[in-house]
């Protein structure tokens, strides 16, 4: 009998070991985490779920390699451990083994079909390999077997929206807001669709209560303005582009809407001080000149739009090789007179306005465009 307690008492004593080990993981604190699990395995290094808490630990630290070493000396241990699979495959996702972490999610979710992490790490990372109807089929079945699973259901909803299928999307973000009402990003997701259909009296319905869950998101506010301004309810589209940019100083995008809210009411002067304002790289940006040009042909002052519109495309290598047409056109000098001059901004406006929309099909039809520009800049930042 006392050996029987004994035993229990241990028992009892490591499972409050791995529990104070898990606890300092999920606050964070990697090095409190890393003494009780090696602390745990110098004790006995067959403790399968202390190897999974150390690679966690090495995970958090990017060293990714060594975390993938534990995962699989858990794995050794106890291959049917759920948790180490899971891990194991978001390590390798890390290190660029798309295809082997596609399959170690997989095996995940058959070994703990509720495990809804699993599904949503394997669909997001289906579809950034261009395999959207897989990770369709994916969250499908996640939301099959875990109908209550809000993250799951968000994913689910996005997906839909971003096949074009808004329907099954809103239907999806209600269903959401349904199961938990407090949960902001739900009803800001379910605002994006609306703004995205134009529908901008829903939106602003919408997003006005993310707003009110979530006071302090940028993004919260920036789309509520859009939404006013769909409106024509500028002056409040003004104060919600501004307090986007209180929330989220330097944040170029809020700044021009906002000047573009105060230029739609008549405002051009303290529109274009606005502007005025940001500094001097920002003003250089094409989404500033794009701003800066309308608002002046707003003004009747069709020589500073030209000016703005050439800027634009003088600054912008990219859009110079994408669009040979508009970089001559920008090339020329503005002609002399003034209804030429008119005439000349307003070509440059409309060639630009059709570049735009140009780029944007492209977009839709090859979502991937985006990513792929975004790593550039970034590679070029960095290198």
Not at 5 to 28: E, Y
Not at 30 to 38: C, K, M
Not at 83 to 102: I, K, M, Q, W, Y
Not at 167 to 177: D, F, G, L, P, W
């Amino acid at each position: 009998m006392f050996e029987q307690r004994a035993a229990g008492g241990l028992q009892g004593l490591l499972r409050g070991q791995i529990q104070a080990g898990l606890a300092a993981l999920q606050q964070g604190d990697a090095e409190t985490a890393r003494s009780v699990f090696t602390a745990l395995l110098e004790a006995n290094p067959r403790i399968a779920i202390a190897h999974v808490g150390l690679g966690r630990v090495f995970m958090i630290e990017g060293e990714h390699h060594k975390a993938l070493e534990h995962f699989d000396v858990a794995l050794s241990i106890k291959p049917d451990l759920a948790p180490a699979v899971l891990f194991s495959a978001e390590a390798r996702e890390h290190l660029g083994e798309t295809d082997a972490a596609l399959v170690e999610y997989e095996e995940a979710v058959a070994l703990d079909p509720s495990m809804g992490f699993a599904y949503l790490k394997m669909a997001r990372l289906l579809k950034e390999s261009g395999r959207g109807d897989e990770a369709m089929t994916v969250l499908r079945d996640a939301a099959a077997r875990s109908p209550q699973d809000v993250g799951v259901r968000i994913m689910l909803a996005k997906a839909h929206g971003d096949a074009g299928d808004a329907a099954r999307a809103e239907a999806e973000y209600k269903r959401v807001i349904d199961l938990k009402p407090d949960l902001w990003l739900a009803h800001y997701q379910l605002g994006l669709l609306h703004l995205k259909a134009q529908r901008f009296a829903e939106a602003r319905s919408v997003l006005t209560d993310a707003a009110l869950l979530a006071p302090d998101k940028p993004a919260v506010q920036q789309a509520l303005g859009e939404a006013m301004a769909g409106l024509g309810q500028h002056a409040e589209a003004v104060q919600s582009y501004d307090e986007a940019g209180r929330l989220k100083p330097g944040n170029l995008r809020a700044a021009v809407k906002s000047a573009r809210a105060r230029s739609a009411m008549g405002q051009h002067r303290e529109a274009l001080d606005q502007l005025m304002t940001l500094g001097r790289v920002a003003r250089r940006s094409g989404l500033v000149q794009k701003a800066m040009g309308d608002i002046y042909r707003d003004m009747g002052r069709p020589d500073e739009a030209a000016a703005c519109y050439r800027a634009l495309v003088l600054n912008a290598p990219e859009l110079r090789n994408s669009a040979p047409d508009l970089a001559a056109l920008a090339d020329q000098e503005p002609p002399e007179g003034a209804e030429a001059i008119e005439a000349y901004a307003a070509a440059l406006a409309e060639a630009l306005a059709a570049h735009a929309s140009t780029l944007a099909e492209k977009v839709r039809g090859n979502p991937s465009l985006v990513r792929d520009w975004i790593a550039s800049r970034r590679d070029r930042a960095t290198g």
